[in-house]
């Protein structure tokens, strides 16, 4: 108890401060005392307030007291030096409820620094010194504090548990191994736990890998739900054009066809983001478990791993998600199409009696196409950004540049499987379905390579997904120093002047495709008129590995 009776003297005579034995301590007016250095920083800390405070129990002075030593305090404090009295450790030093305690300590126990299994005896720092200075305790086995070091003995022999019996898949003594063990297949607790933390590494790679596989589904899902939301937004944007060009009378059709394109995207979405969070929750799930093996794995007590090893080396069984073969989510280009087809059968309608109709319309005709622009700046102002759909990608283009330009590579790019793909041929369609007026510009290099446009469903594999080699495509190929225009496999030859920036024009609703050689100045190559009955997306295709394409940025 003496120990005890100490630190308790101790801690009453130990400045707050410094949480050392008071010095040269002074009192203040309520009642509190500390070391004459200690308070005098404390207070020219507080000099801009001009108000004091008393650091234990926050009394106020104003003015700045006159510190003065108290004498009677101060004898009583060296007479207690004298006789012996140190300063107690800092509070945080002690141990808490959650801590393992020093066994020699009496009183008031510190926190135990090491455990010693021979001596089956938690030591702090300062009863930690025999064992680390004495050479008789040289064959002693410290390891980290341990509040179970008698579960680390033999019940039955009280002996220290150093033997791993694998027959009977438990750890054993000496003795037991010459008894009721004899014959067993038995070894060391060290050398089972090296031979399990082969099993262990196993176990964290297991678990790194099916974390890695999930952070790529989750990363489909969620490129899967960003492209099906876009699409989503752009049926809703198309749905609003178009219902702007017809009467009033077809109000109510837009507000549902809206509302259907948004439950629809609700439908489809939820689902999804339910997913995504029961990935998160597994991934969270798997680093915890992750965690956990590589705690244990750093322990340097054999017995608590083998103890703990085969709870925390089971993984539960890994749930089926949908998302490890997801399938194409539904988009809304057919409802563009739809409407596109009764806006132009409606046009028809108003074309046939636009005599009767031109004497009640006092507006301007906004059915009638407008002027087709004849220099580059008129084209700027119809300029739109286009990226390119890394969806539709063939696995020999890599895609860079915000997904604006396309490489021909030898080697195959890591994209996911998805039905948009383009299998036989190195080509790519842009992510926005084009319509009403558009201007882009792509810079190409290479032997042969070609820009195009194409309806969304045009094929994606056999020969007849080539560019301009089907009715479903429109394409300009430049092959060495020569032109050629191609659609539905008929080849058209072009001169002009080779230029490595081609201009695309087009004006959806009037069914005009234009593609110009850009230079110091704008020739026009070639000019389509037709009737386009789906939205457009621009397309790429490299014949040669290293050619390149780039959507250009235009100002």
Known sequence: MAQGGTQLDSEKFSCSICLDLLKDLVTLPCGHSYCMSCIKSHWDGEDQRRIYSCP?????????????????????????????????????????????????????????LKSCLVCLVSYCQQHLQPHIESPAFESHKLVDPSKNLKDKLCSRHDEVLKIFCRTDQQCICYLCSMDEHRGHDTVSAAAERTERQKGLEENRKTIQQRVQDREKDMKVLQEEVEVFNRSADEAVENSEKIFSELLRLLEKRRSDVKKQIRSQQEAEVSPAKELEVKLKQEIAELRRKDAELEQLSHTEDHTHFLHSYPSLSSLSGSTDFPCTDIRPLRRFQDVTAALTELRNKLQGVLSEDWTKISLTVTEPDVLLSQPEPRTRAELLQYSCQITLDPNTAHRELALSEGNRKATGMRE????????????????????????????????????????????????????????????????????????????????????????????????????????????????????????????????????????????????
């Not at 141990?95 to 020093?102: I, Y």
């Open 56 to 112: 234990q129990c926050r009394q106020t002075f104003t003015p700045r007291p006159v510190l003065r030593k108290n004498t009677m305090l101060a004898e009583l404090v060296e007479d207690l030096k004298k006789t012996g009295l140190q300063a107690a450790p800092p509070h945080g030093c002690y141990a808490g409820p959650g801590d393992v305690a020093c066994d020699v300590c009496t009183g008031r126990k510190l926190k135990a």
């Open 412 to 555: 195959k790019q890591s994209y996911p499987g998805r039905p948009d793909r383009f299998i036989s041929f190195c080509q790519v369609l842009s992510t926005e379905g084009l319509t009403g007026r558009c201007y882009w510009e792509v810079e190409w290099s290479g032997v042969r390579v070609s820009t195009a446009v194409a309806y969304p469903d045009v094929s994606r594999k056999g020969s007849e997904s080539r560019f301009g080699y089907n009715d479903k495509s429109w394409a300009l190929e430049r092959h060495n120093n020569s032109y050629k225009f191609i659609h539905n496999s008929e080849e058209t030859p072009i001169r002009g002047r080779v230029s490595f920036r081609i201009g695309v024009y087009l004006d959806h609703r009037a069914g005009v495709l234009s593609f110009y050689s850009v230079s110091e100045t704008m020739t026009l190559l070639h000019r389509v008129q037709t009737t386009f009955t789906q939205p457009l997306h621009a397309g790429i295709c490299l014949i040669y590995y290293g050619s390149t394409a780039e959507l250009c940025e235009l100002k």
